[in-house]
T-cell receptor, first 115, second 114 residues
Framework: SAVISQKPSRDICQRGTSLTIQCQVD?????MFWYRQQPGQSLTLIAT?????????ESGFVIDKFPISRPNLTFSTLTVSNMSPEDSSIYLC????????????FGPGTRLTVL | GENVEQHPSTLSVQEGDSAVIKCTYS??????FPWYKQELGKRPQLIID?????GEKKDQRIAVTLNKTAKHFSLHITETQPEDSAVYFC?????????????FGQGTILTVHP
């Protein structure tokens, strides 16, 4: 399995500001993903973080709002831009270890509250 | 896109009873079906998974069954214990292995009463 960490673990932000969430994996992963989990809800995929190229976004999510970077195989960032209270949620990253396996491991999540 | 439906949304059982959670999926290209357990304030933890070339998989008290024809899969927990209380999510890999992304069901809140 992979050990995945995220920073910060939680934050309270003001409307209109931006927050960058970091995700670090202890081993090289082929694919990294960012999910959003609103309170009491399921996980929704935001995007696939591609190493060295633009992320692949799911329907309803755009790069201007959720810019993502992945400079190497073990690190990715997600920025939540121009935040509003509707962005209050838990943001989770996940990693998939090998091309031959679909298994994904999740980070502990970042709990974001926007006032 | 892929749609994963999960039932029931809540499930309450007595300790020692069995619990069954069911999911259906829509994308015939899906070939991997994991189950995650999420305790309050914690990350989702993979508890068991199954690939489409297998009909059933068991790990101690937990088993998963898959019916490809009907596009549904189920989680079975036997001899439930209070520590099994959590939210359980099913998922499928929409589009198959090459895409890698998971689509999750809505979740089932399982409560095991001592």
């Amino acid at each position: 399995s992979a050990v995945i960490s995220q920073k910060p673990s939680r934050d309270i932000c003001q409307r209109g500001t931006s927050l960058t969430i970091q995700c670090q994996v202890d081993s090289q992963v082929t694919m990294m993903f960012w999910y959003r989990q609103q309170p009491g809800q399921s996980l929704t995929l935001i995007a696939t973080a591609n190493q060295g190229s633009e992320a692949t976004y799911e329907s309803g999510f755009v790069i201007d709002k959720f810019p993502i970077s992945r400079p190497n195989l073990t690190f990715s960032t997600l920025t939540v831009s121009n935040m509003s209270p509707e962005d209050s949620s838990i943001y989770l990253c996940s990693g998939r270890l090998a091309v031959s396996t679909d298994t994904q491991y999740f980070g502990p999540g970042t709990r974001l509250t926007v006032l | 896109g892929e749609n994963v439906e999960q039932h029931p949304s809540t499930l309450s059982v007595q300790e020692g009873d069995s619990a069954v959670i069911k999911c259906t999926y829509s994308d015939s290209a899906s070939n991997y079906f994991p189950w995650y357990k999420q305790e309050l304030g914690k990350r989702p933890q993979l508890i068991i998974d199954i690939r489409s070339n297998v009909g059933e998989k068991k790990d101690q008290r937990i088993a998963v069954t898959l019916n490809k024809t009907a596009k549904h899969f189920s989680l079975h927990i036997t001899e439930t214990q209070p520590e099994d209380s959590a939210v359980y999510f099913c998922a499928s890999n929409a589009g198959g292995t090459s895409y890698g992304k998971l689509t999750f069901g809505q979740g089932t809140i399982l409560t095991v009463h001592p």
